[in-house]
């Protein structure tokens, strides 16, 4: 059973940076390509970031690229998204996938705001 846990948000000011973590398990990490996507307060889902099995081939959406890194921990089990310059507009609730089925964590809350 596929179980990802998403920790790592809270509420900072613009400029900041935080780091959301992924914490997987039921299922071999190391084989499966994995992606951020978030939602904002009234909109849809929107994908932030995604990365292959091996860790390498990352790709973000224009709106973050430059400021995130998304990276990953086979041994850990464990997939980030490093944040900086974090602006209002990213205020969301931030969720790690499997990009092959879309299951999902709960997520984690980013507030930007000063």
């Known amino acids: 059973q596929v179980h990802l846990v998403e920790s790592g948000g809270g509420l900072v000011q613009p400029g900041a940076s935080l780091r959301l973590s992924c914490a997987a398990s039921?299922?071999?990490?190391?084989?499966?390509?994995m992606k951020w996507v978030r939602q904002a307060p009234g909109k849809g889902l929107e994908w932030v970031s995604s990365?292959?099995?091996?860790?390498?081939?990352?790709e973000y959406a224009n709106s973050v690229k430059g400021r995130f890194t998304i990276s990953r921990d086979n041994a850990k089990n464990t997939l980030y998204l490093q944040m900086d310059s974090l602006t209002p507009e990213d205020t969301a609730m931030y969720f790690c996938?499997?990009?092959?089925?879309?299951?999902r964590g709960q997520g984690t809350q980013v507030t930007v705001s000063s």
């Open positions: 990365i292959n099995a091996n860790g390498d081939e990352p």
């Open positions: 996938e499997r990009s092959v089925d879309s299951s």
């Open positions: 039921g299922f071999a990490f190391k084989f499966y390509n």
